[in-house]
């Protein structure tokens, strides 16, 4: 396994390479992370792993600066996984300031947008750089960041990429928690609370596959259920899986019958998202 630092250096690695599948992180792995690269595998002939903490995504008041970097760490859980791994500077990112940007499409000011104001153009804006660096034939990105994999999705078809994007199903603890870099933030009190929010989710599932259909009703419910027990909800939102806009049920019945439940919350410190799909029979 090469680990690479420059632009130059990996663009000459992959210059002969015609089946390169890609999975683009921030680092701190985990096993979410090493499950994408493992279904990477299937897709390329050459493994390429991308370690990057990108500022451009981040907002002002958010965990930038504490954001784990453990280089080497991760480097060893790659060994025999990624075949290169690309780990560059923020100066070899971005060498002067950037003053493009993707500006991503509108469901990018709702949901984890809304809260998070910016932070979808600089994924994007990153994705699209590291993109155009490695040139995949496959990327890969995990389903538990749902509206960031639907927004690539989106940039690729509307930029004419010569991509597939694969999402990869969320790993979850032997619990249900959806494994992330930041559930480390957490406490051993938190650690154990932290499960509620998958729980929520699932009973707003659940309601659906029952017939429910008032969602605003069953959103609401959620929302008080998690705020009573301490957590400082973003969201909880029923949104069709296809464009995440929200479901339009006519005559009782729903326009579109595949939905995903998507929330974001913070526990202590700590914001946890997490997403479960519900598809309807018929």
Same mark, same amino acid.
């Given at each position: 396994?090469?680990?690479?630092?420059?632009?130059a250096?990996?663009r000459?690695?992959?210059?002969?390479?015609?089946?390169?599948a890609?999975?683009?992180?921030?680092?701190?792995l985990?096993?979410?992370?090493?499950?994408?690269?493992r279904?990477a595998?299937?897709?390329g002939?050459?493994?390429? !792993?991308?370690?990057?903490?990108?500022?451009?995504?981040?907002?002002p008041?958010?965990?930038?600066?504490k954001y784990?970097?453990?280089?080497e760490?991760?480097?060893?859980?790659?060994?025999?996984?990624? =075949?290169?791994?690309?780990?560059?500077?923020?100066?070899?990112?971005?060498p002067?300031? +950037?003053?493009?940007?993707?500006?991503p499409?509108?469901?990018?000011?709702?949901l =984890?947008?809304?809260?998070?104001?910016?932070?979808?153009?600089?994924?994007?804006? /990153? /994705?699209?750089?590291?993109?155009?660096?490695? +040139?995949?034939?496959v990327?890969l990105?995990?389903?538990? =960041?749902?509206?960031?994999?639907?927004?690539?999705?989106?940039?690729?078809?509307q930029?004419?990429?010569?991509?597939?994007? $694969?999402?990869?199903?969320t790993?979850?603890? !032997?619990?249900?928690?959806a494994?992330?870099?930041?559930?480390q933030?957490?406490?051993?009190?938190?650690?154990g609370e932290?499960i509620?929010?998958?729980?929520?989710l699932q009973?707003?599932?659940?309601?659906?596959?029952?017939?429910?259909r008032?969602f605003?009703?069953?959103q609401?419910?959620?929302?008080?259920?998690?705020?009573?027990r301490?957590w400082?909800?973003?969201y $909880?939102?029923?949104?069709?899986?296809?464009?995440?806009?929200?479901p339009?049920?006519?005559?009782?019945d729903?326009?579109?019958? =595949?939905?995903?439940?998507?929330?974001?919350?913070?526990?202590?410190?700590?914001?946890?998202?997490?997403n /479960?799909? $519900?598809?309807?029979?018929g």
């Amino acid at each position: 396994m090469q680990i690479i630092s420059t632009i130059a250096e990996l663009r000459a690695r992959l210059a002969d390479e015609r089946a390169i599948a890609f999975v683009p992180t921030m680092g701190n792995l985990h096993e979410g992370h090493l499950n994408l690269m493992r279904l990477a595998r299937e897709h390329g002939t050459c493994v390429v !792993a991308s370690i990057f903490v990108n500022p451009l995504q981040f907002g002002p008041n958010e965990d930038f600066d504490k954001y784990p970097r453990t280089l080497e760490t991760d480097c060893a859980k790659l060994q025999g996984l990624a =075949d290169v791994v690309f780990a560059p500077a923020v100066n070899e990112m971005y060498p002067t300031s +950037q003053t493009v940007f993707v500006e991503p499409p509108p469901i990018a000011n709702e949901l =984890d947008g809304a809260a998070r104001p910016g932070h979808f153009r600089g994924m994007a804006t /990153v /994705v699209l750089k590291l993109l155009n660096i490695v +040139q995949p034939q496959v990327a890969l990105f995990g389903k538990k =960041d749902y509206q960031q994999l639907h927004i690539i999705r989106q940039m690729v078809a509307q930029l004419n990429l010569p991509v597939r994007i $694969v999402g990869g199903e969320t790993v979850r603890a !032997a619990d249900g928690l959806a494994l992330s870099s930041r559930n480390q933030y957490l406490s051993a009190a938190e650690r154990g609370e932290a499960i509620f929010l998958y729980r929520t989710l699932q009973g707003i599932r659940s309601a659906i596959l029952q017939g429910e259909r008032n969602f605003e009703r069953l959103q609401k419910q959620a929302v008080e259920a998690l705020s009573a027990r301490g957590w400082a909800v973003d969201y $909880v939102a029923v949104r069709n899986q296809s464009d995440l806009l929200q479901p339009r049920v006519m005559q009782g019945d729903l326009a579109q019958r =595949d939905l995903v439940v998507l929330a974001a919350a913070k526990l202590g410190n700590t914001r946890l998202l997490d997403n /479960v799909e $519900v598809c309807l029979a018929g």
